[in-house]
């Protein structure tokens, strides 16, 4: 990311803190992205599917559809 001048992070996930989040929890992450990749860090649910969009993967699991739809 340093690299290639990566100056922000946008996350959409749902869920930045749940347990599947690892070390990348919304409150860790602004300060691992600063450090390590000099970038900033901002959480944006708003950008990512829809509940029963991500459900409908889960199940099929239709890539392309997936991308299509959201």
Do not use: C
Request: net charge negative.
């Amino acid at each position: 990311m340093k690299d290639n001048n990566v100056e922000l992070v946008v996350d959409i996930r749902l869920q930045p803190d749940g347990q599947l989040s690892g070390i990348v929890k919304r409150g860790d992450q602004p300060y691992y992205l600063r450090e390590l990749a000099g970038s900033d860090y901002v959480h944006l649910s708003v950008l990512a599917p829809e509940e029963e969009l991500l459900k409908a993967y889960r199940e099929n699991k239709d890539w392309d559809h997936h991308v299509r739809a959201f």
